[in-house]
C-alpha cells in the first residue's frame, strides 16, 4: 500500500524528554510533511520536507529523511505537556494531480 | 478570522438519510479536500478540487457528492446513509497543491450515523 508504516503508535514520556517518532513508506514520493493534531481538533502543518533534502528544523522540532531507507523521523526535544497530541506524517504522490496520504499517526503523552 | 471553517461541527442522523456539511475557506488557496478520518485516526484523502475542478476522486461510494460553487466553497453532500460513514470529516485546502506546500485543515465535523 501507498500509506507505509508509523511508528511507535503510541509513546509516553515525562516532560523534559526527547520524543522520536517514525515513518517509513513504499514508493518514491516528491515531499513528507509532518502534522500535529490535539485531541478533538483540525491537523495542524508543522514541516515539509523535500526528497532532495536530509534534514529540516523548526523551533524544537527536528525532522530527517533517507530517501535509501523510505523513511523519516520527528524528533521533539525538551517536550512539554502541550506537546501532546497525535504526530502524522504524510507522504506526497504525484500522481492524479498529487495526493496526500496520511498514516494513522503517533500518538505522543508528555506527563507533567 | 477561522482560514477553513466547517458546518456542522456534530452531525447525528439515522440511517437512510441525506446529509450536507459545508467547508469555506478566506485563504484565498485554490485547491480543496475533503479527507475522512476513521475511530482509528486514520486519515483517508476522499476529494480534492482545484479551481473548482474535480482532480482527485479517492474510489468514493457515489453516495457521496462533493460540490465546489466557488474556488473558496467545498461542500459535501451524503446520500442514504451507512453505519460505517460515521466517522470525523475533514475539510482543507492549500495553495497550488500539497506538492507545493501545506494543508490547512478545518476543526473537522463528527458524523454519528444511527
Known amino acids: 500500500s501507498q500509506q507505509g508504516e508509523e511508528d511507535p503508535q503510541a509513546l509516553s514520556i515525562q516532560e523534559g524528554e526527547n520524543a522520536t517518532m517514525n515513518c517509513s513508506y513504499k514508493?518514491?514520493?516528491?515531499?513528507l510533511q509532518w502534522y500535529r493534531q490535539n485531541s478533538g481538533r483540525g491537523l495542524v502543518h508543522l514541516i515539509l520536507?523535500?526528497?532532495?533534502?536530509r534534514e529540516k528544523h523548526s523551533g524544537r522540532l527536528r525532522v530527517t529523511l533517507d530517501t535509501s531507507k523510505k523513511s523519516s523521523s520527528l524528533l521533539i526535544t525538551a517536550s512539554r505537556a502541550a506537546d501532546t497530541a497525535s504526530y502524522f506524517c504524510?507522504?506526497?504522490?504525484?500522481?492524479?494531480?498529487?495526493?496526500?496520504?496520511f498514516g494513522q499517526g503517533t500518538e505522543l503523552s508528555v506527563k507533567p | 478570522d477561522t482560514a477553513v471553517s466547517q458546518t456542522p461541527k456534530y452531525l447525528v442522523t439515522q440511517m437512510g438519510n441525506d446529509k450536507s456539511i459545508k467547508c469555506e475557506q478566506n485563504?484565498?488557496?485554490?485547491?480543496m479536500y475533503w479527507y475522512k478520518q476513521d475511530s482509528k485516526k486514520f486519515l483517508k484523502i476522499m476529494f480534492s478540487?482545484?479551481?473548482?475542478?474535480?482532480?482527485i476522486n479517492e474510489t468514493v461510494p457515489n453516495r457521496f457528492s462533493p460540490k465546489s460553487p466557488d474556488k473558496a466553497h467545498l461542500n459535501l453532500h451524503i446520500n442514504s446513509l451507512e453505519l460505517g460513514d460515521s466517522a470525523v470529516y475533514f475539510c482543507?485546502?492549500?495553495?497550488?497543491?500539497?506538492?507545493?506546500?501545506?494543508?490547512?485543515f478545518g476543526e473537522g465535523s463528527r458524523l454519528t450515523v444511527l
Open positions: 482543507a485546502s492549500s495553495q497550488g497543491g500539497p506538492y507545493t506546500g501545506e494543508l490547512f
Open positions: 514508493t518514491s514520493i516528491n515531499n
Open positions: 520536507i523535500r526528497s532532495n533534502e
Open positions: 504524510a507522504r506526497f504522490f504525484y500522481n492524479q494531480g498529487g495526493k496526500l496520504i
Open positions: 485563504l484565498g488557496h485554490d485547491t
Open positions: 478540487y482545484n479551481n473548482k475542478e474535480l482532480i
